[in-house]
């Protein structure tokens, strides 16, 4: 009997062992007041102070995607230069992390869970943090870097596995011939146009436009585990309270113009390179589980067996395969297939666009933010500058 009571030691010893001997501890994790302390020496707006804590107080791991949460809460409250600079550091992540990143090989082992890796997001919240900061870009007028952001939005969503959907951001290409246009190249504006036509029905400026408005609304896509070890990535459609916007122009309204479903670009991604990874996982842990149960249910029946008919050998060799059944299920329960569905859950669920002329007497425009059924749930007023040079309005509403 002291031989069966060791078994169940021994499988969370092996365990202990098998789990620790990849896990690696994010060394640059603080503590709550070490992080405080750095948000304050951050200067850190008041309302962004959470967002310096968390980024600092989770350490490296997850240090894009609180950039990325920053930058969206520094938007939201007009905080443009923090916003900059946040996407600044997400973009130069995502152009340097990679598969070669020990943190991402350490997720292919069988023993780790995907989300071990630095977080770098899915395509579309990669495009994402393109796009905004191009917008940044609009808002100083800088177009050329402008354009070359609309322009990385298409080549992060050329990973797509289908290639019919690769590159389809109507509203990166749409922005992109905005800023052709406000370049003087019109042909090349045309072109971006024509192809953002046969995406969505978003009509070229007019020659006396001076004004872009785009508005981010409604809460992006959050990611679910599915599968029976949570193994596949799936998505789950953001909870929205504005689908719709409309500007006051004298007694009637005007409707800015449908240009992106952040949704329907998340879930076109299609399988990832780690979902097959992690169903090699998930298949190894339901064969293992399955081992496991067979040897204790097996072991139990021999051990009941043999002590009803006195068979001491049969009742030890019945035992040691329950013992075996437990350290088997042991192993198996520390295998991780989970997929990483950690989620940049600030990103809007659409993008509206209207070009517009704003003549200088207009310092104030109405705004009117309406749910699916077109009731109207928000108004706000935008000040807009008295200036001759083209600019953008760049508003979010939930």
């Not at 973009?91 to 990143?101: N, S, V």
């Not at 292919?108 to 905004?132: Q, V």
């Not at 459609?237 to 004298?250: F, M, N, P, V, W």
């Not at 310092?363 to 200036?387: S, W």
Request: glycine residues 8%.
């Amino acid at each position: 009997m002291k031989a069966g009571f060791s078994f169940p030691l021994s499988a969370s010893l092996l365990v202990c062992l098998l789990s620790g001997c990849t896990a690696t501890s994010d060394p640059t994790r603080t503590t709550l007041d070490s992080a405080d302390k750095l948000a304050s020496e951050q200067k850190a707006p008041d309302g962004l102070k959470p967002y310096y804590q968390r980024l600092y107080w989770e350490g490296e791991t997850g240090a894009t995607l609180n950039r990325m949460r920053l930058a969206s809460a520094a938007i939201e409250q007009k905080l443009w230069e923090d916003a900059e600079h946040a996407l600044d550091d997400v973009i130069r992540d995502i152009e340097t992390l990679g598969p070669a990143d020990p943190r991402s090989r350490e997720a292919l082992s069988t023993f780790e869970a995907e989300d071990i890796k630095r977080f770098k997001g899915e395509p579309y919240e990669r495009s994402m943090a393109y796009l905004l900061r191009g917008l940044l870009y609009l808002k100083n007028r800088e177009w050329e870097n402008a354009r070359a952001c609309f322009k990385s939005v298409q080549l992060q969503d050329a990973t797509k596995n289908d290639p019919a959907l690769r590159g389809n951001w109507a509203s990166a290409t749409w922005l992109e011939g905005w800023c052709d246009w406000n370049l003087g190249e019109t042909s090349a504006a045309q072109e971006c146009w024509q192809r953002t036509a046969k995406l969505r029905k978003i009509p070229s400026p007019a020659p006396e436009d001076n004004t872009l408005i785009v508005a981010l609304l409604g809460f992006g896509p959050t990611k679910i585990p599915t599968g029976n070890f949570g193994e596949q990535l799936s998505y789950r459609k953001g909870d929205s309270q504005s689908t719709q916007a409309q500007l006051k122009i004298g007694t009637s309204f005007v409707s800015l113009l449908f240009a992106e479903d952040i949704f329907d670009q998340a879930k076109s991604r299609g399988l990832r390179g780690m979902d097959v990874v992690n169903q090699g996982k998930a298949g190894t842990r339901a064969v293992t589980e399955t081992v496991g149960d067979t040897l204790i249910y097996g072991g139990s029946g021999a051990t009941i067996a043999g002590s009803t008919a006195g068979d001491k050998t049969a009742t030890v060799a019945g035992l040691g395969a329950v013992a075996a059944g437990i350290l088997t299920k042991s192993v198996a329960s520390s295998i991780k297939p989970k997929a990483d569905t950690r989620s940049w859950d600030l990103l809007p669920a659409a993008i509206l666009l209207l070009p517009i002329h704003i003549s200088p007497a207009d310092r104030n425009l109405e705004f009117q933010f309406l749910d699916p059924n077109g009731k109207i749930v928000a108004e706000r007023k935008v000040e807009v500058r008295n200036d001759p040079q083209p600019q953008l309005i760049l508003i979010t509403q939930r």
